[in-house]
């Protein structure tokens, strides 16, 4: 142990500090290790366990809703977060009527326009919208980006919600898929 101790105490200041930090990293990583093995979180319920019919009334998608884990529910299939049924996915849709920033941002990853006058407006939507289109059975979601002050060139962006966050009191549009 004096060994140790000697070694440790001749090696450079600098290989110490980073030695210290590593440890430190480790002890933080394995507590929270030890914290998801003890408080795992909601369990998920499978989907063969939810039976829904497709052809479901306006009064059962607030029971659908409510039976969805809080966080991320995605129509693609997908390591993190819930996959949602068509039915399901229908229910979030038609109960959905807030776009995060983050979605709103994803979708201008391609879209260079978007993205410069989402920036240089103060990232404000003049109108959004999300609604179920049952011809080809997809949610689609409609923003109008705020024209810049003293101009009113404004950029409309349609896509596909494929991902939404349940937070327990509303669902949210998460990702959208732009067209």
């Known amino acids: 142990m004096n060994l140790i101790r000697r070694k ?6 600098g290989l110490r500090g980073l030695l210290e930090l590593s440890g430190f990293l ?13 408080f795992p979180g909601e369990e998920r319920i499978p989907e063969s366990d939810i039976v829904l019919e497709s052809d479901q009334s306006e009064e059962n ?20 977060g819930y996959q949602l049924t068509l039915a399901e996915y229908e229910a979030v849709c038609k109960n959905t009527k807030i776009v995060t920033q983050r979605a709103v941002m994803g979708a201008h990853i391609t879209d260079i326009d978007a993205q410069k006058l989402y920036k240089d407006n103060g990232n404000n939507i003049e109108k959004s919208s999300v609604k179920w289109d049952s011809s080809s059975n997809v949610c689609m979601v409609e923003y109008t980006l705020e024209a ?7 950029i409309t962006v349609v896509g596909q919600a ?3 966050l349940n937070t327990g009191i509303d669902t949210r549009v998460y990702f ?3 067209y």
């Open 26 to 38: 480790l002890l933080i990583i394995s507590i929270f290790i030890i914290f998801y093995i003890i």
């Open 148 to 154: 810049v002050v003293g101009t009113t060139h404004t």
């Open 8 to 13: 440790y105490k001749e090696t450079p200041e």
């Open 176 to 178: 959208i898929k732009n």
């Open 61 to 80: 998608y607030e029971e659908i809703i409510n039976s969805l884990p809080s966080g991320k529910v995605n129509f693609y299939a997908s390591e993190e």
């Open 162 to 164: 494929k991902g939404f």
